[in-house]
């Protein structure tokens, strides 16, 4: 597999959080999450992602942690366009994870190949208790892939770094909700 080496210098977290926070994509006050727990932060990658100079720049950070693995995963939608830039500057295949069972067609639960053995590294924007990222590692292990590492952008700390260890995987964020709080001040 060649690698190709990412333009520029690597992000630091300083870099990061300010690309976050300058683009609205963490927020303070009251909020509800999915889970219904509240939270005096809210964190929406996504507000960062599309806008093309912060997609690459977080394309960088994760590009430059992507090691030996075969190939790049994550699930819909938030880590799609996460992965896919990763791809492009790594040159690695990469596949998309399905939420839920495709109802029709071939009902896979993902989209492109696992060949049996490949190492897969899964990206992902957001882990909060790691339930999205155990998913995924459940899909990418019954297809045959190897899954130790997963690289997230934001790390909420409440529980991911715990389950995925549960399950062999050790979850590398680019940054942790502390370090967001601490580059707001």
Aim: proline share 5%; net charge neutral.
């Amino acid at each position: 597999m060649v690698t190709v080496e990412a333009p520029g210098p690597i992000p630091s977290s300083e870099e990061l959080a300010r690309i976050l926070l300058d683009a609205g994509a963490v927020r303070f006050g009251a909020f509800t999450l999915t889970s219904g727990q509240q939270s005096d932060y809210y964190v929406d990658v996504k507000r960062a992602w599309t806008d093309p100079a912060r997609l690459d720049t977080i394309a960088r950070a994760l590009a430059a942690r992507v090691g030996g693995a075969d190939r790049l995963a994550g699930m819909e939608l938030g880590a799609v366009p996460l992965v896919v830039a990763t791809a492009l500057r790594t040159n690695r295949p990469y596949l998309v994870l399905r939420k839920g069972a495709r109802e029709h067609g071939t009902r896979q639960p993902f989209e492109g190949e696992v060949p049996a053995g490949a190492r897969v590294l899964l990206i992902e924007d957001v882990a909060s208790t790691g339930g999205s990222l155990a998913r995924s590692v459940e899909i990418v292990r019954a297809a045959g892939g190897i899954v130790d590492r997963a690289l997230v952008v934001v790390d909420r700390e409440m529980g991911a770094t715990e389950q995925l260890a549960a399950a062999g995987v050790r979850l590398e964020p680019l940054l942790t909700i502390a370090d967001l709080r601490g580059a707001r001040r």
